[in-house]
């Protein structure tokens, strides 16, 4: 939305969603790690370091409207936001993909905390 108006192109939506599981990965391992190398497709990090960590984990909530994003929530966030939606599509759509995504990640789609 920035982007464009200072000269460069605003991404496909595919790549928004490679780009923020990138940045989750890559913000996670700083919390946690010393002297950190990251080397993905669009950020690439080396001896990066959070000289203070947190004392305790950072709970990440995520957002989504639609399957992708859900989907990618359930696997990385420790809490989900949506919006209004109809009810048949959180049951159909929404919780169908944030079990999936918590699924997939080997987590368990009960402690992702619903901020709806």
Do not use: H
């Amino acid at each position: 939305m920035n982007e464009v108006p200072v000269g460069y192109d605003w991404p496909t939506f595919s790549e928004r969603i490679d780009r923020l599981e990138e940045a989750v990965k890559l913000m996670k391992l700083l919390w946690t790690k010393d002297w950190a190398n990251f080397n993905g497709a669009y950020y690439t990090q080396r001896k990066a370091n959070l000289c203070t960590k947190p004392e305790k984990q950072i709970p990440l909530f995520m957002a989504g409207n639609g399957p992708k994003s859900t989907e990618l929530a359930g696997g990385y966030g420790d809490g989900f936001l949506t919006g209004m939606l109809p009810e048949d599509y959180w049951q159909n759509v929404i919780f169908s993909a944030l079990k999936k995504g918590a699924k997939t990640a080997g987590r368990d789609y009960e402690e992702i905390e619903n901020a709806i």
